[in-house]
């Protein structure tokens, strides 16, 4: 029998596009870039100081611990007037890869602007400063050899479609965007997945890729190329003064390897060659300036290709008024800044 009812239906709701999510608003970012002894640090300094903000180090050699004349590090003093972050957060034997600088400068500028103190990133490692500015996503560096041959080998056995149903069970977003015939792709995908327990998707973040989460104003120093070279010198020279070649002497005798990728950096392999007895004084002061200046010319390069850069050279402006017109810059962004006290411990 079939039941009659008195009650009356709701009409059933339209259906209507969802809205796409709202990302939260760009945190602004001050950025300062360009090559080796080009005049980075004292900027940032000045513009932390006046503007309430705090450095996060953007060279890749300067989160090890120990290794200070080389990467010519901030002096004590000027860490204790100004916060710095990702400073003396690794031993040299331990890796460091660009996803974990990504990851722990992402924090740091949270933490910065949760504060509503300004985040300067200030450095000469070009990628480093482009996987933060440019928003790109970077899987996990993990990888298992036996674990991908293995993945390798059932796609032989059994078909790259098998394979691919596996990664679609595991991660059906990273399965629509892979095509199957893309063994490769979807052998890293199954093998992220399988090592890290997470989607391969999930490590590409809450934007696509390319879209930056800073309204990052970037500025950039250069300087004429005998002015560059001339100040090289110099960084080298007192480099040597102030016992770089004994801070190698005391790594290595501390236990770290010298073919570490941290002891294979500028300022560390050439002292390395000459405390072997490989080359004299004179030959390893020659190279470390010959390395000083290629490197330079490398970052310049690589520096041209970067968007949206301001570029000012110090050759023919002076820092003050580099310094006055970043400021304007700053403020005309209107940034919600209200320089605060630094939170205790803050810099790290």
Not at 110 to 123: E, F, N, T, V
Not at 166 to 180: E, T, Y
Not at 229 to 250: H, K
């Given at each position: 029998?079939?039941?009659?009812?008195?009650?009356?239906?709701?009409?059933?709701?339209?259906?209507?596009?969802?809205?796409?999510?709202?990302?939260?608003?760009?945190?602004?970012?001050?950025?300062?870039?360009?090559?080796?002894?080009?005049?980075k640090t004292r900027l940032?300094?000045?513009?932390?100081?006046?503007?309430?903000?705090?450095?996060?180090?953007?060279?890749?050699?300067?989160?090890?611990?120990?290794?200070?004349?080389?990467?010519?590090?901030?002096?004590?003093?000027?860490?204790?007037?100004?916060?710095?972050?990702?400073?003396?957060?690794?031993?040299?034997?331990?890796?460091?890869?660009?996803?974990?600088?990504?990851?722990?400068?992402?924090?740091?500028?949270?933490?910065?602007?949760?504060?509503?103190?300004?985040?300067?990133?200030?450095?000469?490692?070009?990628?480093?400063?482009?996987?933060?500015?440019?928003g790109f996503s970077l899987?996990?560096?993990?990888?298992?050899?036996?674990?991908?041959?293995?993945?390798?080998?059932?796609?032989?056995?059994?078909?790259?479609?098998?394979?691919?149903?596996?990664?679609?069970?595991?991660?059906?977003?990273?399965?629509?965007?892979?095509?199957?015939?893309?063994?490769?792709?979807?052998?890293?995908?199954?093998?992220?997945?399988?090592?890290?327990?997470?989607?391969?998707?999930?490590?590409?973040?809450?934007?696509?890729?390319?879209?930056?989460?800073?309204?990052?104003?970037?500025?950039?120093?250069?300087?004429?190329?005998?002015?560059?070279?001339?100040?090289?010198?110099?960084?080298?020279?007192?480099?040597?003064?102030?016992?770089?070649?004994?801070?190698?002497?005391?790594?290595?005798?501390?236990?770290?390897?010298?073919?570490?990728?941290?002891?294979?950096?500028?300022?560390?392999?050439?002292?390395?060659?000459?405390?072997?007895?490989?080359?004299?004084?004179?030959?390893?002061?020659?190279?470390?300036?010959?390395?000083?200046?290629?490197?330079?010319?490398?970052?310049?390069?690589?520096?041209?290709?970067?968007?949206?850069?301001?570029?000012?050279?110090?050759?023919?402006?002076?820092?003050?008024?580099?310094?006055?017109?970043?400021?304007?810059?700053?403020?005309?962004?209107?940034?919600?800044?209200?320089?605060?006290?630094?939170?205790?411990?803050?810099?790290?």
């Open positions: 029998m079939r039941s009659c009812s008195v009650r009356t239906r709701e009409p059933r709701p339209a259906n209507r596009p969802q809205r796409p999510q709202r990302l939260p608003p760009p945190q602004p970012l001050l950025v300062i870039l360009g090559p080796t002894a080009v005049g940032a300094l000045a513009l932390a100081r006046r503007l309430g903000g705090e450095i996060i180090s953007a060279d890749s050699a300067q989160v090890y611990r120990g290794m200070d004349i080389g990467t010519d590090k901030p002096s004590a003093a000027e860490r204790a007037a100004v916060p710095h972050h990702l400073v003396d957060i690794r031993d040299p034997d331990e890796p460091f890869s660009v996803a974990d600088f990504k990851r722990l400068a992402e924090a740091a500028v949270r933490d910065i602007a949760a504060r509503r103190r300004l985040p300067i990133l200030a450095g000469g490692t070009g990628f480093y400063i482009r996987a933060v500015t440019e899987a996990p560096p993990g990888a298992d050899p036996a674990l991908r041959r293995r993945l390798q080998e059932e796609a032989g056995t059994h078909g790259p479609q098998a394979l691919h149903a596996k990664l679609a069970a595991l991660d059906p977003v990273a399965a629509g965007r892979i095509h199957p015939h893309n063994v490769k792709r979807v052998v890293r995908a199954l093998e992220v997945c399988l090592l890290t327990g997470r989607p391969f998707s999930s490590f590409e973040g809450d934007r696509p890729a390319g879209e930056s989460p800073y309204d990052a104003l970037k500025i950039g120093l250069t300087r004429h190329r005998d002015d560059l070279y001339r100040r090289i010198a110099e960084r080298v020279e007192d480099q040597l003064r102030r016992g770089l070649v004994e801070e190698v002497r005391r790594l290595l005798e501390q236990g770290c390897s010298p073919d570490l990728p941290a002891l294979r950096a500028l300022a560390y392999k050439e002292p390395i060659a000459y405390l072997r007895g490989e080359v004299s004084w004179e030959e390893m002061v020659r190279i470390l300036m010959r390395n000083n200046r290629r490197y330079a010319k490398r970052q310049w390069t690589w520096f041209r290709r970067e968007r949206g850069v301001e570029w000012f050279n110090l050759s023919e402006t002076p820092e003050a008024e580099v310094e006055e017109a970043v400021i304007r810059r700053v403020r005309e962004k209107g940034w919600p800044l209200t320089p605060s006290p630094p939170a205790p411990g803050a810099g790290r």
